[in-house]
């Protein structure tokens, strides 16, 4: 998910609106791992990475969809674009 952060002035700042954020994503599904994965040297921006495992894709895409669901339903941020991939055992 790549995200825009509010009024954040620093790298400090963006470190307190992430962090929190990651970790309410990993209490409400802590099935999944989730991590800031881009825009490490911009202060108001912020990419992060979300990985569930399942059987079948339709639960990952389910748990996927709730994720960015619970990202997007915070003011302090704007969700610019969310991007889906499924990987299953056949490729590479």
Known sequence: MDILLGDVHSL????????????????????VAVAETGHLDLHRRSEIGVAVVSATASNCDEVLRACERLVAFHPEIE?????????????D
Not at 15 to 30: G, K, Q, T
Not at 82 to 88: D, K, Q
């Open 12 to 31: 400090k700042q963006k470190r307190s609106v992430v962090r929190p954020l990651i970790a309410e994503v990993l209490r409400r599904f802590p099935a």
């Open 79 to 91: 969700l610019l674009s969310a991007r889906h991939r499924l990987f299953n055992e056949d490729e």
